[in-house]
């Protein structure tokens, strides 16, 4: 079973395990404004989401990342729709995120979670990002 909890200043070596260009005070300061989701499956560390904010205003993941083992369950799919419902039901009106385009799974998933693809971006080394946005619905109150 997929749990999904937010990150503290003590999951820093996780995180680091799987991602080695991110420094102590970055994940402290992301951890203290709760922009890491860390993902759990049968309790056991299976991956993380890490967001920020285009323009200072709109939700935008920086970072989703399943390690291998646990791919193909569902767990990133769920893990960016439970993200996507906590900015629906903090009144943000649309979220973003890119990946690499060469990441068919990534791009595919965006296209069933109604992603549309606004752009792309050419980094370093050749590679080139998809830029997705999607507009949320507003919440009932």
């Known amino acids: 079973m997929m749990k999904v909890k937010y990150a503290a200043e003590s999951d820093y070596?996780?995180?680091?395990?799987i991602?080695?260009?991110?420094?102590?005070?970055?994940?402290?300061?992301?951890?203290?404004?709760?922009?890491?989701?860390l993902i759990y499956e049968q309790d056991e560390f299976a991956g993380w989401l890490q967001y920020g904010y285009f323009k200072e205003?709109?939700?935008?993941?920086?970072?989703?990342?399943?390690?291998?083992?646990?791919?193909?369950?569902?767990?990133g799919k769920l893990?960016?729709?439970?993200w996507q419902r906590q900015?629906?039901?903090?009144?943000?009106?649309e979220v973003m995120l890119s990946c690499d385009s060469e990441n068919e799974t990534m791009n595919a998933l965006c296209?069933?979670?109604?992603?549309d693809l606004i752009g792309t971006l050419n980094m370093s080394g050749g590679k080139t990002e998809n830029v997705y946005k999607k507009v949320l619905p507003k919440p009932e109150i």
């Open 87 to 93: 900015m629906e039901e903090r009144f943000f009106d």
């Open 19 to 37: 991602d080695n260009s991110i420094t102590s005070s970055e994940f402290r300061r992301w951890a203290d404004n709760s922009q890491v989701l």
């Open 57 to 75: 205003k709109t939700p935008f993941i920086n970072r989703i990342f399943i390690k291998e083992q646990f791919r193909g369950l569902g767990d």
């Open 111 to 115: 296209k069933e979670l109604k992603y």
């Open 13 to 17: 070596d996780k995180v680091r395990d």
């Open 79 to 82: 893990t960016l729709l439970i």
